[in-house]
């Protein structure tokens, strides 16, 4: 039987699983309210690149409502055609064709956070509530829970999302069996505005794809460049597709949005390789760091890096949460980097949050409709999420030295993986069966098929 009425949901956090869930249970006809930390739309470090793949763009479709959808696609930056693997010297290592961006899902789109969040807001002002810090929550006797925010304010539903990200007040209350480890890397991020002199240092492979560099002496990087539809000012680029340009021209969010073409770097290494007080970093002080990390590297990369935008520069410190035995479901749940944080090693953390955000609404409406109960939704939502999460922890733990003890670092056989880990690449990429499969598993992994 249909329930007397649909569920309220409380949302806690307006990222990306947040967003993308509280979209998808609108359109299923349920009452949800999101609340955020942030006091505006614009507030955060949300301008680095994010990689959407399959599995994200399947969840987005599934819970956007379809024009927003499109928004999305027509606002994701130039697709990479590449996935290269390179030196510090710019010197090619390998270099994999990636597919063509035609099909809406079956691909992989390189996303700014910030034009993302803006996708996300869109439409959505009467359901998210910004300056709200949650502080804690009391679950009732009737099923019930309320949220207590620092403001005094309170809300109540009769379901509780944790959507809070790494460091989740809603985690540390519901399980505090559940810790987030210090992964034991460092990374500085930094974004330089793309012009014509700072194209020019970029060769064509690279500035069209995904570039992982694998460094000597204990140094990781990743280059991107962010191509959008629109110039420094704002406006529509004269080659935009005209479809593409009606729907932007429509799409509100455009003008909140302050992200242009830029190029963004990211060096990591172990945490030992940094000073103690890297975490209080910031702009050129963070910038001379990088330079000084990269001393070897092409002259190219360091007039990048010295040509970044200090505003841009930040530090990270990679966490990766432990695994986590089930628990009994009850009217408070977790989502994203609330349950399962994981480090950037396959760059599929806001993928796994989309995932979690359509599995979610897809129970919930199950329950809305009276097909089972609000709480067998839950228990159904956290039988299927722990597994697939968990496995993503641990794969993003052991890739591309995001793991403080990998054998990257190490003082004797570093230098022997990386040997190793520029060899199998230059193998894979030049035997045309093992270059198939890799690129087929890339897909693979990055979508729901495994």
Request: net charge positive; aromatic share 8%.
């Amino acid at each position: 039987m249909r329930p007397a009425r649909p569920p309220r949901v409380l949302v806690i956090g307006a990222g990306t699983g947040g967003l993308c869930l509280a979209h998808g249970l609108r359109r299923a006809g349920i009452d949800v309210a999101v609340y955020e930390r942030y006091r505006t739309r614009t507030d955060g470090l949300l301008s680095y690149r994010i990689g959407i793949g399959p599995t994200g763009s399947s969840a987005l479709r599934e819970c956007l409502p379809p024009e927003l959808f499109d928004v999305f696609l027509a606002t994701c930056a130039r697709s990479p055609r590449y996935f290269n693997v390179i030196t510090e010297r710019l010197r090619e290592t390998a270099s994999f064709t990636l597919r063509p961006d035609t099909d809406p899902v079956k691909t992989e789109r390189s996303v700014a956070r910030m034009t993302l969040r803006q996708v996300l807001l869109t439409g959505m002002e009467d359901v998210v509530h910004f300056d709200k810090t949650c502080t804690h929550y009391v679950q009732h006797d009737n099923g019930t829970v309320t949220a207590y925010f620092d403001d005094g304010d309170t809300a109540v539903g009769d379901l509780l999302v944790g959507a809070d990200g790494t460091h989740s007040v809603i985690r540390r209350q519901y399980l505090p069996e559940a810790v987030v480890s210090d992964a034991g890397t460092v990374n500085i991020a930094v974004r330089i505005p793309l012009t014509d002199h700072t194209r020019s240092l970029v060769p064509e492979r690279i500035r069209q794809g995904i570039s992982l560099i694998f460094a000597t002496g204990g140094i990781m990087g990743v280059l991107h460049v962010m191509e959008f539809k629109w110039d420094g000012a704002g406006r529509l680029k004269p080659d935009v597709d005209p479809a593409d340009a009606e729907l932007l021209a429509r799409w509100p969010g455009l003008r909140h949005d302050t992200t242009r073409d830029y190029i963004n770097i990211v060096i990591w290494s172990t945490a030992r390789r940094f000073p103690a007080d890297v975490m209080r970093m910031r702009g050129g002080e963070l910038i001379a760091l990088a330079l000084d990390l990269t001393q070897g590297w092409h002259p190219h990369l360091r007039e990048l890096l010295a040509r970044a935008d200090p505003a841009s520069a930040m530090p990270i410190r990679v966490s990766t949460s432990e695994p986590v035995a089930p628990w009994p479901a009850s009217s408070v749940t977790l989502l994203g980097d609330a349950i399962h944080t994981m480090t950037p090693g396959r760059g599929v953390g806001a993928n796994t949050a989309l995932r979690d955000a359509a599995l979610l609404c897809r129970q919930l409406a199950q329950a809305a409709a009276g097909g089972k109960t609000l709480l067998d939704a839950v228990a159904d939502y956290e039988r299927l999420m722990l597994p697939y999460g968990f496995a993503r922890v641990a794969d993003s733990l052991a890739r591309n030295g995001t793991n403080g003890d990998d054998r990257l670092y190490r003082p004797v056989f570093g230098r022997l993986a990386l040997l190793g880990a520029r060899g199998y690449f230059r193998v894979t990429s030049r035997v045309p069966p093992l270059r198939r499969k890799f690129v087929d598993d890339f897909y693979t992994y990055r979508g729901e098929d495994d």
